[in-house]
């Protein structure tokens, strides 16, 4: 138990839940804080423009004196890639990670200059932390990257335990298996509330093994006559290992490419994560001069992206390494929700490129997550009296929590929350209390939380219909239109082929003019004039509704 008698306890999510990444959870313990990852979104379709999305960290910011430490569990994007961000504003907080996870974080913290700045400390699953009188374990759990960990922090009401991402892997490709034992003496000593994974609550059964891909991935490119290309996600050390081991069994040299790829590797690698012969990696510019079949090469590009090297190999558009005739080409990872269409995409050109291509009709790939049976598993292990079910699009946590009745545990003591709900505990007692503010905070180049709601509807207005600039010069003093209006058309209408209806428009533009001068209007009644005068006729006509701007200059 605590060393220190804790009467308030919080626990609220500030991304992850209602949604696939930017995992952040907050347990406050009285005026002690402890916050557990802290990754990044990728933008959907409709946030036109914009890079990546982090939580809203506004309350963690009026509350900065009070946050002892920040845990990651492990090493994925969807929960460091906010760190850099995070710790902007944060930098005195202390970070918590295994060795693995905190060589990734210090490559982010580098490319961010903030590294000599942050207190990184390593931690494993034997270790135990004292902060402000909680104590606070870890227990090792398998997933697609080695080094990862849950989280169990300590109060006198029972622990709060925090899975990470899992699942139970009986042959893992590290030979380290989950903390059983571990888990089951946590749920001995009793557990007021279990946050758990809840990604594939809604897929019956037993995810696979690592290891059956590792088999799959050796048959693949024993049979391939030509060059293999594995796409896979640059964060997913045992499928990298697996893909070294299996070009090196068929005598193949591994070459690497994608930047992000490059970083982990040679990251994984250093830190003992990844091994191979030092003869087995070659660079990218040696590939042409070796025999197609004695090449593998590792990519990103795994999820369409457009900018990923795998897609630019496949539309003819990578400076070093092309799709030909021959090759065989395997997508080692399934699509996140969302990126189907550009993984079908991706696909097609592949296979118009030539190349063989594997995605899902062979086991290349198994999911990092537990199913149903490993999910009521840790609920069985663990016994807590309170459960939130994390990690995942709202669906997901409602099949979670409906894994967990099945389990036994009571219905009123399952929460399902969205980003910002508190669920408060006093004398072992849980109920839903206040919210704090969460959201999506939106970096579009290097601006951070500059781009909102209004910029992203202009944004959408501007895909739908164009937009009409409106140049007028004008006398104020003799009320007098001098020049124009011109109108100008981006994304509306080709002008060569709207002649009459730009004319028209003209003579609309310069009728209401000349009405407003007289009116004495000033220039933003004015403008609000032209917009709305221009508007109407050019719906009428078109059925469009373009972003006009009326651009008035004065002599």
Not at 135 to 158: A, E, K, M, W, Y
Not at 441 to 455: K, M, P, T, Y
């Amino acid at each position: 138990m605590s060393k220190k008698k804790t009467e308030n306890i919080s626990v609220f999510a500030l991304g992850g839940v209602g949604e696939i990444g930017k995992n952040m959870y907050v347990v406050e313990l009285d005026d002690d804080i402890f916050v557990i990852d802290a990754g990044l979104m990728f933008p959907g379709d409709e946030m036109l423009g914009i890079d990546i999305v982090i939580p809203d960290i506004t309350y963690l910011k009026e509350n900065k004196d009070r946050v002892r430490a920040i845990f990651i569990t492990h090493g994925h994007e969807d929960h460091i890639g906010g760190l850099s961000y995070v710790l902007r504003d944060l930098k005195h907080v202390p970070v918590y990670g295994t060795k693995l996870t905190l060589g990734l974080i210090e490559l982010k913290l580098k490319e961010a200059d903030l590294l000599k700045e942050v207190d990184l400390r390593m931690i494993d699953a034997k270790t135990k932390l004292t902060i402000a009188d909680h104590l606070v374990t870890f227990f090792r759990v398998n997933h697609s990257i080695p080094d990862c960990v849950g989280v169990c922090i300590q109060t006198s009401q029972g622990a709060i335990v925090h899975t990470g991402d899992f699942k139970f892997d009986y042959t893992p490709v590290d030979g380290k298996q989950s903390d059983f034992n571990k888990l089951a003496a946590i749920g001995q000593r009793g557990v007021l509330a279990l946050l758990s994974d809840s990604t594939n609550a809604e897929r019956p059964g037993q995810t696979g093994s690592e290891s059956i891909v590792g088999a799959e991935l050796n048959d693949v490119i024993y049979q391939a006559e030509g060059r293999v290309i594995v796409a896979s996600f640059a964060s997913n050390v045992h499928r990298l290992q697996q893909v070294f081991a299996a070009a090196e069994a068929n005598d193949r040299k591994v070459a690497v490419v994608g930047r992000s790829m490059v970083n982990i590797v040679e990251v994984a690698q250093k830190l003992n994560y990844l091994r191979f012969k030092a003869k087995t990696l070659v660079e990218l510019s040696q590939v042409n001069r070796l025999p197609d079949n004695k090449v593998v090469i590792l990519t990103t590009g795994s999820q369409g992206e457009p900018m990923a090297a795998l897609t630019r190999m496949a539309r003819n558009a990578h400076k070093q390494v092309n799709i030909r005739l021959n090759d065989t080409v395997v997508i080692a990872a399934t699509p996140i929700p969302g990126n189907e269409k550009s993984v079908s995409k991706t696909i097609d050109l592949l296979f118009r490129s030539g190349a063989n291509v594997i995605y899902n009709q062979r086991k290349v790939h198994v999911s990092g997550h537990g199913s149903a049976e490993e999910l009521k598993l840790m609920l069985n292990l663990v016994k807590p009296k309170y459960f939130l079910p994390i990690h995942g699009e709202y669906r997901m946590q409602m099949a979670h929590s409906k894994l967990a009745e099945q389990v036994g545990v009571k219905p009123n003591n399952i929460f399902i929350v969205e980003k910002g709900d508190v669920v408060e505990f006093t004398g072992r007692k849980a109920r839903m209390s206040r919210k704090v503010p969460a959201g999506n905070v939106l970096i579009d180049g290097i601006g951070v939380g500059d781009v909102g709601n209004i910029v992203l509807r202009d944004r959408r207005l501007l895909s739908q219909d164009g937009v009409v600039l409106c140049v007028v010069t004008l006398n104020r003093k003799q009320k007098k239109l001098i020049s124009g209006p011109e109108l100008i058309s981006r994304g509306f209408v080709y002008m060569r082929e709207s002649e009459e209806m730009i004319s028209e428009a003209n003579r609309i533009v310069t009728k209401q003019i000349e009405k407003s001068l007289q009116a004495g209007s000033d220039w933003t009644e004015l403008k609000s004039n032209i917009r709305e005068r221009l508007s109407v006729f050019l719906f009428e006509q078109t059925k469009r509704r373009p972003m006009i701007l009326p651009i008035i200059m004065e002599i």
